[in-house]
Structures are given as structure tokens and as C-alpha cells.
T-cell receptor, first 114, second 107 residues
Framework: KAGVTQTPRYLIKTRGQQVTLSCSPI?????VSWYQQTPGQGLQFLFE???????NKGNFPGRFSGRQFSNSRSEMNVSTLELGDSALYLC?????????????FGPGTRLTVL | KNEVEQSPQNLTAQEGEFITINCSYS?????LHWLQQHPGGGIVSLFM???GKKKHGRLIATINIQEKHSSLHITASHPRDSAVYIC?????????FGTGTRLQVFP
């Protein structure tokens, strides 16, 4: 089985721009979770999607949004980028509930905001 | 106080040593995850456990639900075990992560 893929792997944007990141889960997995990792805050939960519905959301501003398609692929969008949004964004897929199932992580997208 | 605390933050060892990494949490949980992150960012799920002990190769994870504590042990450590080890617990269906333990194993 192919693993979780994320595109792009690296991205450089400037303040005020918006960005869309993509995640393709393992075939058959219906849950996709997104995480932000920074040196200062560590790993933080952004949101989880299951069968095209947002099931849970972390403590992030509304500039962070996401969606999931019928084939379980997911995208996250960050609008009006700020310098503090520079981070590694990871997605993970699982067969059912992300918090209590084994999660399979993608390689991440490293976003740099200048 | 963080909901999930790990110790130590940094750990160096000689090849062959027995390693223990600790994780304490303050919320009630149904499962605890141990993750491994190599330089470059890739994260691998090592264990998910809700009671007792699990073993995979040289890795052993234990959990004590009453004491809200889990340990990850590495037997016969090897330089390829060098990585950041992170524990995570679910709280209202959101994973809360520890700050990680950076392990370096020298030959």
C-alpha cells in the first residue's frame, strides 16, 4: 500500500498571501488529521476530517481551514499568512478515529513565510 | 502545567545501552501514542496502548493508567535509534503532544 503523501514538500510565501496544502491518505483510510509543528510550540492539532466532515478542530484562528473530498483526500488552507505560520505541516491518516487509532503520517510540508 | 510532560528532554547514550523515556499526563485517556521523528521531519507511529505493555523488536512500551504514566524502553540501543520520541494522548478527541525527548546514540 502506498503511504500518505503530501504536496508540496516545501513552500515559500510572503505575508498576506494564502496557501493550500494537499494530503492523500492511505487507500481505505477515512480519517485525515492535520498538525502544525514549530520549534516553539511543538506539535499541535489543527483539525480532523472524516468522510468529508470536520470532526474536530484545534485552537487555531479561522484563517486555518480545511476540507476533505469524497476520495478522502484532504486540503488545508491558510489565508492572510503571518510570519508565525512558518512551520512543518503534517497530515496523518487512520482508518477510523485519529485520536484512538494508529496514525500514519505523511512527510510534511515545510512552509516558510517571509 | 502541560497536560503531557516528557522526561528527559535530551538523552545521550552509548551504543548498547538500555534507554528509558518517560511520559506523564494529567487528563483521563483511552489510549496513549508513542511516535518517533527522525531528522527531516518524518513521523512514525511506534505504539498505541491503553493498558499493560507492548513490545516490538527492541522497543517496549508500558503504561500505568492509575498513575497516568507511560514509559518507552529501548534495549540494546543503536545509532539508528537516534531521533525525537514523542508521546501523545487524546483529550476530547484531539491529540495532545508532549514536547519530545531527543535521543542521540553514539557508536
Amino acid at each position: 500500500k502506498a503511504g500518505v503523501t503530501q504536496t508540496p514538500r516545501y513552500l515559500i510565501k510572503t505575508r498576506g498571501q494564502q496557501v493550500t496544502l494537499s494530503c492523500s491518505p492511505i487507500s481505505g483510510h477515512r480519517s485525515v488529521s492535520w498538525y502544525q509543528q514549530t520549534p516553539g510550540q511543538g506539535l499541535q492539532f489543527l483539525f480532523e476530517y472524516f468522510s468529508e466532515t470536520q470532526r474536530n478542530k484545534g485552537n487555531f484562528p479561522g484563517r486555518f481551514s480545511g476540507r476533505q473530498f469524497s476520495n478522502s483526500r484532504s486540503e488545508m488552507n491558510v489565508s492572510t499568512l503571518e510570519l508565525g505560520d512558518s512551520a512543518l505541516y503534517l497530515c496523518a491518516s487512520s482508518s477510523n478515529r485519529g485520536s484512538t487509532d494508529t496514525q500514519y503520517f505523511g512527510p510534511g510540508t515545510r512552509l516558510t513565510v517571509l | 502545567k502541560n497536560e503531557v510532560e516528557q522526561s528527559p528532554q535530551n538523552l545521550t547514550a552509548q551504543e548498547g545501552e538500555f534507554i528509558t523515556i518517560n511520559c506523564s499526563y494529567s487528563v483521563g485517556i483511552s489510549a496513549l501514542h508513542w511516535l518517533q521523528q527522525h531528522p527531516g521531519g518524518g513521523i512514525v507511529s511506534l505504539f498505541m496502548l491503553s493498558s499493560g505493555k507492548k513490545k516490538h523488536g527492541r522497543l517496549i512500551a508500558t503504561i500505568n493508567i492509575q498513575e497516568k504514566h507511560s514509559s518507552l524502553h529501548i534495549t540494546a540501543s543503536h545509532p539508528r535509534d537516534s531521533a525525537v520520541y514523542i508521546c501523545a494522548v487524546p483529550n476530547t478527541d484531539k491529540l495532545i503532544f508532549g514536547t519530545g525527548t531527543r535521543l542521540q546514540v553514539f557508536p
